[in-house]
């Protein structure tokens, strides 16, 4: 999996600033004020999606910068898409759940994810793309992370990587929970 850049420190500072305790309630009433709202938007050329954070909770929540969640069963909603637009600085990362997306970039990659698939773009000192839905019915489900990377790699040559859905450890409990690994190990 290709790394991500997240500087727990900062992360942690964050928090910690604004006094949140361990106590169950009291961070569950914090979370409740300031993150998770679940408002309606409409990005790109007018897909309809939700946003659990974005620009207010940037200095809480460093180095994640952003998180969408985008579904509909109806092609109204989505088959507009992403036409063409810049990212600098950044990574993101794409999860589908259900449906395909396909990516086309200024440096030569392209590429469709589907059901379980996760698109990992590294805009670093510039990138292009679309992000251009596949489907012409049906549900078109999936997330977006978008995540700070430090000073030291705002300027790295952009990168793109599809990884597919058998690629992608997963975990399986014993209580049937499974977790998926998309970043990093498990131990």
């Not at 009291?26 to 946003?51: D, I, M, T």
């Amino acid at each position: 999996m290709p790394p991500l850049y997240f500087d727990r420190q900062n992360f942690f500072r964050g928090v910690y600033n604004h006094n949140i305790s361990c106590r169950d309630s009291q961070l569950s009433n914090f979370l409740k004020k300031n993150f998770f709202s679940g408002g309606g938007f409409r990005e790109g050329a007018g897909v309809h999606l939700k946003r659990a954070f974005g620009y207010p909770q940037v200095p809480l929540l460093d180095p994640f910068l952003l998180l969408d969640d985008f579904h509909s069963s109806n092609p109204e909603d989505y088959m507009a898409g992403f036409p063409s637009h810049p990212h600098r600085g950044i990574e993101t990362v794409t999860y589908m759940l259900h449906g395909s997306v396909k990516h086309k970039d200024s440096i030569g990659n392209s590429g469709v994810i589907q059901d379980g698939d996760v698109q990992w773009m590294t805009a670093g000192s510039g990138i292009i793309h679309s992000e251009m839905p596949q489907e012409q019915k049906g549900v078109l489900r999936g997330f977006q992370l978008w995540v700070n990377l430090p000073a030291s790699h705002k300027m790295m040559p952009p990168r793109y990587r599809e990884v597919k859905q058998k690629q992608i450890p997963e975990i399986l409990f014993d209580n049937d929970v499974k977790i998926k690994i998309l970043c990093g190990e498990a131990a």
